[in-house]
C-alpha cells in the first residue's frame, strides 16, 4: 500500500529566511503525481506545488521549490524568503487515483 | 480549474442527528472525494463518489454511517449519520482536475455535543 510520511509536525522559521519540510512516501508503481499542498486557519486547500514523477527536473513555483529523489522515495518543499502569510499546514500528498496525505507539518513563520 | 461550493461551512449539532454537507461543482466531474480532518490531523479518505454507481469506501467508513448521494457530475452531498462528539472533524470535499490535479471544498467544520 502507498504510504507518505512527514517525520516533523512543526516547524518554525523568521521571516525571510528559507525552510525545508521534508516527506518521504513509499510506493510499487513508476509513474505518478506528488503533491503539496498548505492549508491555513481558513481551512481551505491549496495546491503549492506538483511534481511529475518522470519529469527529472524539480517543480518550482516562485518562492516554492522542490527536491524530487525518486530512488530515495523523497520530495521536500523548499520555502524560500518566508513570508507571515506561509503560516499554515503543509501536507505531502502522493496520487493514486485518488489523493493520500502524510501527516501534515505546522509552519510558523515568526516576524 | 474547477470551483467548488460547500456548504454549510461549519454547524453544531446535537448527538444522534444527522447533518448533510453538499457540494456543487461548476463544471462536470468524474469522481468526487470525500475526506474527513479530525482536529490537528491529517486529511482521510471517507469515499470516492462516481455518477451513476455506489460509491466505494475506505477501510473504516461504512455506507450506514456517511451515506453519499450522487445525483449528476457537479454535485454530491455527505451526509454524518446518528452523531457522535467523536465526529466532530472537517469534512471536505474534492474533485480532480485534470491530469495531476485536485481541487478542493472550503471545508465543513462540524461539532457535535
Known amino acids: 500500500a502507498q504510504t507518505v510520511t512527514q517525520s516533523q509536525p512543526e516547524m518554525s522559521v523568521q521571516e525571510a529566511e528559507t525552510v525545508t519540510l521534508s516527506c518521504t512516501y513509499d510506493?510499487?508503481?513508476?509513474?505518478?503525481?506528488l503533491f503539496w499542498y498548505k492549508q491555513p486557519p481558513s481551512r481551505q486547500m491549496i495546491l503549492v506545488i506538483r511534481?511529475?514523477?518522470?519529469?527529472?527536473q524539480n517543480a518550482t513555483e516562485n518562492r516554492f521549490s522542490v527536491n524530487f529523489q525518486k530512488a530515495a522515495k523523497s520530495f521536500s518543499l523548499k520555502i524560500s524568503d518566508s513570508q507571515l502569510g506561509d503560516t499554515a499546514m503543509y501536507f505531502c500528498?502522493?496520487?493514486?487515483?485518488?489523493?493520500?496525505f502524510g501527516q501534515g507539518t505546522t509552519l510558523q513563520v515568526k516576524p | 480549474s474547477a470551483v467548488i461550493s460547500q456548504k454549510p461551512s461549519r454547524d453544531i449539532c446535537q448527538r444522534g442527528t444527522s447533518l448533510t454537507i453538499q457540494c456543487q461543482v461548476d463544471?462536470?466531474?468524474?469522481?468526487m472525494f470525500w475526506y474527513r480532518q479530525q482536529p490537528g490531523q491529517s486529511l482521510t479518505l471517507i469515499a470516492t463518489?462516481?455518477?451513476?454507481?455506489?460509491?466505494?469506501?475506505e477501510s473504516g467508513f461504512v455506507i450506514d454511517k456517511f451515506p453519499i448521494s450522487r445525483p449528476n457530475l457537479t454535485f454530491s452531498t455527505l451526509t454524518v449519520s446518528n452523531m457522535s462528539p467523536e465526529d466532530s472533524s472537517i469534512y471536505l470535499c474534492?474533485?480532480?482536475?485534470?491530469?495531476?490535479?485536485?481541487?478542493f471544498g472550503s471545508g465543513t467544520r462540524l461539532t457535535v455535543v
Open positions: 511534481q511529475e514523477a518522470y519529469k527529472q
Open positions: 463518489a462516481n455518477q451513476g454507481s455506489e460509491a466505494t469506501y
Open positions: 474534492s474533485v480532480t482536475t485534470g491530469v495531476g490535479g485536485y481541487t
Open positions: 463544471s462536470q466531474v468524474t469522481m
Open positions: 510506493t510499487s508503481e513508476s509513474n505518478y503525481y
Open positions: 500528498a502522493f496520487d493514486t487515483g485518488k489523493l493520500i
